[in-house]
């Protein structure tokens, strides 16, 4: 295959890790020709609105899967946690790239939750987030921010709101990590998916297949298996608060599952640990045991 066009959104830090992927691609093969193409998608065009109100995260991908659909472009590169729980017919996600940190961070000069002035105005799109903070401080009031990564920021320092939360994940990658404080996961757990990188192809396109299958990190392939087969047992959107972050620990697979009501009033935790072979089925008996144990509305949306 003498040249790779690698489709993405046009976002500083989605061109920041399709320039990882295309790295990655050309230190396997150092003669490889990798194209970096550029697309817009719906959840970049509509920034005043949750995205659970005008479709779901899959608008951030819908327009490149489309293209891939196409034959515009070879593979996409993505956010993991911006892809739905199943992806298309006839996609695979191929390869994930080494995950950066998962944590979220809280920008504006807080260094947890408990330090927020009470009724602090907190911006954040994500109902997983806004429930995890009211569920641990009631009194502050969520606001819808959406955009990129600096004008987000830019919106805090201009007093529009007190704090925001973002990605350490992406902040790291754009060289900004000293912009926000990491908050453990006990305090905020992450999304699934979130600091992880996929690679999404035709999953009849054997030999791209074959090529990806080499640069793609099995630990993070591994934990985010895990945290995306929890999401299917829930059958999760983004109109659901849920929770999920998986690691490697002295060989087994730790995972952490929290499902909450959009008001944060009620939340359910649970704790599984198991094999790295059986990350899918671990995710699975998480999910199943939330699902079971779902507070009254939580999945209702």
Do not use: W, Y
Request: aromatic residues 2%; negative net charge.
């Amino acid at each position: 295959m003498a040249n790779i066009r690698l489709g993405t959104r046009g976002s500083p830090l989605a061109l920041r890790q399709a320039e990882e992927a295309a790295a990655a691609l050309r230190a396997q093969d150092p003669g490889l020709d990798v194209e970096i193409v550029t697309i817009r998608t719906t959840g970049d065009r509509i920034r005043d609105r949750r995205l659970a109100d005008i479709g779901g995260k899959g608008l951030f991908a819908k327009e490149i899967e489309a293209a891939l659909a196409e034959g515009r472009i070879d593979a996409a590169v993505h956010s993991v946690k911006d892809l739905e729980t199943a992806l298309p017919e006839g996609f695979v996600l191929a390869a994930m790239l080494e995950r950066e940190d998962p944590r979220d961070g809280l920008a504006g000069g807080a260094q947890t939750l408990a330090d927020l002035a009470p009724g602090a105005r907190v911006g954040t799109a994500s109902l997983r987030r806004q429930a995890q903070m009211l569920a641990r401080r009631p009194d502050l009031v969520p606001a819808l921010i959406r955009g990129n990564v600096g004008t987000r920021l830019e919106r805090v320092r201009a007093g529009e709101f007190d704090a925001t939360f973002l990605a350490m994940a992406g902040l790291a990658r754009l060289g900004m990590a000293e912009r926000a404080v990491p908050l453990a996961p006990e305090e905020m757990l992450p999304a699934a998916g979130q600091g992880a990188v996929g690679i999404e192809c035709r999953a009849g396109d054997d030999a791209l297949r074959a090529r990806l299958a080499g640069i793609d990190h099995g630990p993070t392939s591994c934990c985010v298996t895990a945290e995306r087969a929890l999401l299917a047992a829930l059958d999760g959107s983004c109109r659901t608060p849920i929770a999920a972050h998986a690691c490697l620990r002295n060989g087994a697979l730790e995972l952490r599952g929290r499902l909450l009501t959009p008001d944060g009033a009620e939340m359910r935790e649970v704790c599984r640990s198991g094999s790295a072979g059986d990350a899918r089925l671990l995710g699975l008996d998480a999910g199943e045991a939330l699902r079971a144990d779902a507070p009254p509305g939580a999945l209702e949306a």
